[in-house]
C-alpha cells in the first residue's frame, strides 16, 4: 500500500504524470487507509468507494491520453458532513437527517471535483456545526489523532482529524465562530476561513448564515491555497458570494514576508495560559527575523465579541433550522395532530446543544427583546467589524493564538456549556467581521499538543495572510 499520509498535491501530480502510481491506485489506498484508521478516530460517517472511483478513472483516462491534468488530480478528499452532495448521505452530525440523500452538489464539492479531486467520504462534525469539540455529534465524539484521549476541536472536528491522520490530502469545513481554524489547531494542520463571501455557500447547511464559512484543511500552506483557489469565487447560486477576482495565491504567498507590517492585538494576549503564549511570541519572532515589522495594536471591542457571536448566531440558527419540522428532509415521529408530530420529531430529532441554541435565539428574536439583545447585537458587530478596519490603517496581517489553550480531553467541558464557549473567544471576531483568516501550526506545548497561529488579513486579501503563513511555515521548516 502507498504512503497516503505522506501525499501532497504536488507530489500527487508529479507521481501520476510520471505514471509512479494511477489515480485508481490513490482511491483504492486512501479508502483502505481511512477505513483501517476509522476506528481509533471516528472522523469518517460514511465512505465514498464509487464517487472516488469515478472522479479516478477520469483521472486515469486523461493521463492516459496525455491530457493537461486538473490542478488537484487525485487529490485525495475529505468533507464535513454539513456540506451537501448529491447521491451521498448527509446527516449533519444530527439524528434529524439520519437519512437525508441530497439531490445536489454544494458548489464547492462540484468545483473541487471539476478540479479532479476524489472524494473519500464524509467527515464526522459536531450537529449542525453547533460546537468546539466534535462532542455534541449524535454519532459519537472523535478523538484527536495527535492524543487520543483528547478532543480534535469542533465543530469540524472531523475534517481536522483525517487531515492529521492522513486519510485525507486534504478537507473541507465550515466556520461560523472558529469551526475550522481551532480544530485545525487542536490536531496541528493548516486550517483556512476566507473572506465572508469568498466561497459560495451553496449546499452549506445552513447554521447562521451572516456568519458561515465554507475552507479548506490541508497539511501545509500551499495545498490549503491550491484548494481554496480552486473553489472560490462568484456563485451565481449564492447572492452573497462575491465577485472579487480570485487572485494567484501560490505566486504570491511565496514573495519575502520583508516589510511587511504586522499588529499583535493586546487582548489576545491578556489572559492567555503561559505555555501557548510563548509559544506564539516565539513564532512572532520568526517572522521579525525575516524582516516583518511587529507592532502592538488594539481591538477594543474583543471583549464583546462572545456575547455577540451567541446572541446572532443563535438568533440566526432558530431561524434556519425552523425547516426541520418533519414534513420535508428528515424523519418523522408520528402524532396526532400536525403540532404533536412536529414537537415528537424536533424533541427526537435534535440533540442538547441544538436544542439550547434554538430556545436562546429564539427568546433573543422575541417581540420586547429584540431591541435589547438582537439589535444591540448586529450595533456592536459592526464595531468589532470597525476594529478591523482601523487595525488594518496600520498593519498588514494580524497575529493572534486561535485558543487559549491547546486540545483538552474527552469529557473535560461536557457539563459546562460556557466553559466550552469560551475555547473561541479569538476565533469569533474573524466571522463577525468577515476578514480572511487562518491556523498555522506554530509547534508544541509543554505537554506535546499542537498550537495553531492564527493570521488574520483585510478582506479579500488571502493572498497576504498565505504569504505569511508560507514564510513562517517554510522558517521552520528550515
Ligand atoms: N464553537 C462555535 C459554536 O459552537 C463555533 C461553531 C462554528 O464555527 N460552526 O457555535
Do not use: W
Not at 457 to 468: C, D, S, W, Y
Amino acid at each position: 500500500m502507498m504512503d497516503v499520509a505522506g501525499l501532497t498535491i504536488s507530489s500527487i501530480r508529479a507521481g501520476l504524470k510520471a505514471k509512479k502510481f494511477s489515480a485508481k491506485e490513490i482511491a483504492t489506498d486512501a479508502l483502505a487507509f481511512a477505513h483501517s484508521e476509522n476506528p481509533k478516530t471516528n472522523a469518517y460517517l460514511t465512505f465514498a468507494p464509487e464517487r472516488a472511483l469515478q472522479a479516478a478513472a477520469k483521472i486515469d483516462e486523461a493521463v492516459a491520453a496525455g491530457a493537461e491534468l486538473p490542478t488537484l488530480a487525485g487529490v485525495p478528499l475529505g468533507v464535513k458532513d454539513v456540506i451537501v452532495t448529491r447521491g451521498i448521505r448527509t446527516t449533519c452530525g444530527s439524528r434529524m437527517l439520519d437519512k437525508y440523500v441530497p439531490p445536489y452538489d454544494a458548489t464547492a464539492v462540484t468545483r473541487l471535483e471539476e478540479a479532479g479531486a476524489m472524494i473519500v467520504g464524509k467527515l464526522n462534525c459536531d450537529e449542525f456545526a453547533m460546537g468546539s469539540s466534535n462532542e455534541n455529534s449524535a454519532y459519537g465524539p472523535v478523538r484527536n489523532p495527535r492524543a487520543l484521549d483528547r478532543v480534535p476541536g469542533g465543530s469540524s472536528g472531523g475534517s481536522a482529524a483525517a487531515v492529521a491522520q492522513g486519510t485525507a490530502v486534504v478537507a473541507l469545513g465550515s466556520d461560523t465562530g472558529g469551526s475550522i481554524r481551532q480544530p485545525a489547531s487542536f490536531c496541528g494542520v493548516v486550517g483556512v476561513t476566507p473572506t465572508y463571501g469568498r466561497v459560495s455557500r451553496y449546499g452549506l447547511v445552513a447554521f447562521a448564515s451572516s456568519l458561515d464559512h465554507i475552507g479548506p484543511f490541508a497539511r501545509n500552506v500551499e495545498d490549503a491555497a491550491t484548494v481554496l483557489k480552486a473553489m472560490a469565487g462568484r456563485d451565481q447560486m449564492d447572492s452573497t458570494s462575491a465577485f472579487a477576482p480570485v487572485a494567484d495565491y501560490d505566486v504570491a504567498m511565496k514573495q519575502p514576508v520583508k516589510g511587511l507590517k504586522i499588529g499583535l492585538p493586546k487582548e489576545y494576549f491578556d489572559g492567555l495560559n503561559a505555555e501557548t503564549g510563548d509559544v506564539i511570541h516565539t513564532a512572532v519572532d520568526e517572522l521579525r527575523k525575516r524582516g516583518c515589522e511587529v507592532h502592538d495594536i488594539s481591538l477594543p471591542n474583543t471583549k464583546y465579541a462572545l456575547s455577540c457571536y451567541y446572541i446572532i448566531a443563535t438568533a440566526e440558527a432558530s431561524s434556519n433550522l425552523a425547516r426541520y419540522d418533519g414534513v420535508r428532509y428528515t424523519i418523522r415521529k408520528h402524532g396526532d395532530t400536525l403540532a404533536e408530530m412536529y414537537r415528537d420529531t424536533r424533541g427526537a430529532g435534535f440533540g442538547a446543544e441544538v436544542k439550547r441554541r434554538i430556545m436562546l435565539g429564539t427568546y433573543v428574536l422575541s417581540a420586547g427583546y429584540y431591541d435589547a439583545f438582537y439589535r444591540k447585537a448586529q450595533q456592536v458587530r459592526t464595531l468589532i467589524a470597525k476594529d478591523f478596519s482601523e487595525a488594518f490603517k496600520q498593519v498588514d496581517a494580524i497575529l493572534a493564538p486561535v485558543s487559549p489553550f491547546p486540545a483538552f480531553k474527552i469529557g473535560e467541558k461536557m457539563d459546562d456549556p460556557l466553559a466550552m464557549y469560551l475555547s473561541d473567544v479569538y476565533t469569533l471576531t474573524g466571522d463577525l467581521s468577515g476578514v480572511p483568516c487562518m491556523s498555522v501550526p506554530c509547534g508544541l506545548s509543554p505537554e506535546g499538543l499542537p498550537v495553531g497561529l492564527q493570521i488574520f488579513a483585510r478582506h479579500f486579501e488571502e493572498a497576504t495572510m498565505f504569504r505569511v503563513a508560507y514564510n513562517y511555515e517554510q522558517a521552520t521548516l528550515a
